[in-house]
Nanobody, 116 residues
């Protein structure tokens, strides 16, 4: 059973930083893709950033240059470093892991609120 547990969310002023963590119950190096998604009130869930098993990163245009996705395979943990936060970054952030043939797994989400 794959479990993903996010942490690190909170309330921060615009221009501030937060680092999100996603601890996995299984080895993550075998996942085809791991990523971060977010969902703001009244909006659809959207991709923020993902990382392939080859460590190739992909970012949404809205966060390029501000957010950095990384992983620590020894700790089975995925990270999202968020700098220069904006009020429009306010959302619930979800960790995702995808294995071809097995499907997608999601964490419970962590709230990020950016005040202006």
């Amino acid at each position: 059973q794959v479990q993903l547990v996010e942490s690190g969310g909170g309330l921060v002023q615009a221009g501030g930083s937060l680092r999100l963590s996603c601890a996995a119950s299984v080895t993550i190096f075998s996942a085809n893709t791991m990523g971060w998604y977010r969902q703001a009130p009244g909006k659809q869930r959207e991709l923020v950033a993902d990382l392939s098993y080859l460590n190739a990163a992909n970012y949404a245009d809205s966060v390029k240059g501000r957010f950095t996705i990384s992983r620590d395979d020894a700790k089975n943990t995925l990270y999202l470093q968020m700098n220069s936060l904006k009020p429009e970054d306010t959302a619930v952030y979800y960790c995702n892991a995808h294995w071809n043939g097995l499907g997608d797994y999601w964490g419970q989400g962590t709230q990020v609120t950016v005040s202006s």
